[in-house]
């Protein structure tokens, strides 16, 4: 584990270092790169980056990824496709939105009996769902304190601009966050040619101008 001295410090170097060439390509190339430079070794796991910080590089004007979790139940996004869903440039049934409490294609977040809901007049079957525990613990697990760099990507260089530390998620505002649209839910999954669902991960994102509001505490590294 990384102390915060040390991290903070590692991650104003790299932010006053100019330009780098990435390894290797894809969206999460410069994430990947900025979490090896400063010493962490790059997963997958549900705890943060660096022990007690997560980790986050954003460019643009892009949504800010803020956690995985698929909803309840078993089989709920093959139930979303076959009833929403349309012939993707795959050629497969596939489901892509983004839902900020409401959206314009008729989906609403609702909270209620301690889970959120996505409701729909013409859903039929059981609603997805998550409930209050699984949100927390996806979101308490990883997100207590959040450093965000900014940066920018010109085809295989990164250049990191700034960070910015944000501590005490509000966890008790999650539930109302999700519901008036602060934090968007985003889904992407389609079925391949033998039945099963590739499902790239529902993601609950937030606009970097809202980060903010999701915390208690902010500072400018």
């Given at each position: 584990m990384i102390s915060k001295k040390i991290l903070f410090e590692k991650i104003r170097e790299i932010c006053n270092s100019?330009?780098?060439?990435?390894p290797a390509t894809?969206?999460?190339?410069?994430?990947?790169?900025?979490?090896?430079?400063?010493g962490l070794k790059t997963s997958n796991h549900d705890g943060p980056d660096a022990g007690l910080w997560e980790l986050k590089f954003s460019q643009g004007s892009s949504l800010l990824t803020l956690f995985h979790k698929t909803p309840r139940p078993k089989g709920s996004i093959k139930n979303i496709i076959n009833n929403f869903g349309?012939?993707?440039?795959n050629g497969r049934p596939s489901f892509r939105h983004t839902i900020a409490g409401e959206s314009i294609r008729g989906f609403s977040l609702v909270y209620d009996a301690g889970s959120i809901?996505?409701?729909h007049d013409d859903?039929?079957?059981?609603?997805?769902?998550?409930?209050?525990d699984d949100l927390l613990n996806a979101a308490g697990g990883k997100l207590r304190r959040l450093i965000l760099v900014e940066g920018s990507v010109?085809?295989?260089?990164?250049?990191?601009?700034?960070?910015t530390a944000f501590q005490e998620f509000k966890l008790s505002q999650l539930m109302k966050a999700i519901t008036n649209g602060l934090v968007l839910v985003d889904f992407d999954a389609?079925?391949?040619e033998g039945g099963t669902v590739r499902d790239h991960g529902t993601k609950f994102r937030v606009q970097l101008d809202n980060l903010k509001h999701l915390y208690e505490m902010s500072e400018r590294l």
């Open positions: 100019g330009w780098h060439d990435l894809g969206s999460g190339a410069p994430g990947n790169f900025l979490e090896k430079s400063v349309w012939i993707g440039s809901w996505i409701r859903f039929t079957g059981i609603a997805p769902h998550w409930t209050e010109n085809k295989s260089q990164v250049k990191y601009d700034r960070a389609y079925i391949k």
